[in-house]
C-alpha cells in the first residue's frame, strides 16, 4: 500500500502535510506515536471512513476487517449475533473463532454483561469473521491483561499471516514482539 502526499487537517490543525510512505502487504505494520499525531486518523482514512483528505491511496485491498478502539457493539443482541452480523468472509467457523478469542463459553450473553476486555475480544472475533484482506486495528488488545494477551495475540497474528494488517499501539513489548514493520508517526510526520 502506498500514501502519498496525504494531507489532513482539522479546521487549523494540520495532521498530516505531504506526508507518503509505503505499507508492505502481507505484513504486520504497527503504528506509534505521541496522543494526537493522527494514528487514529490514518486509520479512518486507510478505512474509507474519512474522505475530507487530499493525496493519494493506493492499496489492493478491497475488503477491510476493522476493529475501532470501542467495541462498537449491538447490546441487544448475544455475543453471537454481534459477530454473525457481517457477512462473513472464507474463515472459521463461528465457534473456532470464539474459542481462539476465548469467549465460546458466551455465545448466548449480550454485550452488557461482558467485561471491557470481553468487548474487546468480541470485536476482534466480528473481524476476524468477516475476514477482509486488511485488518486495520486501533488499540485491540489494550483492553486485555498481560496473561491474556499473551494467550491471544500469538493466535489471532498466526490465523492473519500473510494478510496486510496494521495496528495502532502505545505498547511497545507489543509492537517489539510482533511488529514486521513500525511507523513512528513522531518521526515520520513530526508536527508543524
Known amino acids: 500500500m502506498k500514501i502519498n502526499n496525504l494531507y489532513k487537517a482539522f479546521e487549523e490543525k494540520i495532521i498530516f502535510n505531504d506526508f507518503s510512505i509505503e505499507i508492505p502487504d502481507g505484513k504486520i505494520t504497527f503504528i506509534i506515536g ?3 499525531c493522527g494514528k487514529t486518523t490514518l486509520l479512518r482514512i486507510l478505512a474509507g471512513l474519512d474522505s475530507s483528505f487530499s493525496g493519494q491511496i493506493d492499496s489492493s ?4 476487517s476493522c476493529v475501532f478502539q470501542e467495541p462498537r457493539l449491538f ?8 459477530i454473525e452480523l457481517v457477512e462473513k468472509g472464507n ?3 463461528t465457534n473456532e473463532i470464539l474459542k481462539l478469542v476465548e469467549l465460546d463459553t458466551e455465545e448466548n450473553q449480550y454485550p452488557d454483561s461482558l467485561s471491557g476486555g470481553m468487548k474487546m475480544r468480541l470485536s476482534l472475533a466480528r473481524a476476524l469473521y468477516y475476514n477482509g484482506d486488511m ?3 486501533d488499540e485491540p ?3 486485555l491483561d498481560e496473561n491474556m494477551k499473551a494467550r491471544i495475540i500469538p493466535k489471532v497474528l498466526s490465523l492473519l499471516k500473510g494478510k496486510t494488517v496494521i495496528i495502532v499501539s502505545h505498547d511497545m513489548e507489543d509492537v517489539n514482539s ?5 511507523i513512528n508517526l513522531s518521526k515520520e510526520n513530526p508536527p508543524d
Open 34 to 36: 505521541e496522543s494526537g
Open 61 to 64: 485491498s478491497s475488503r477491510i
Open 141 to 143: 488488545f489494550s483492553a
Open 135 to 137: 485488518f486495520l486495528m
Open 91 to 93: 474463515s472459521l467457523p
Open 178 to 182: 510482533y511488529a514486521d514493520n513500525i
Open 75 to 82: 447490546p441487544a443482541i448475544s455475543v453471537l449475533q454481534n
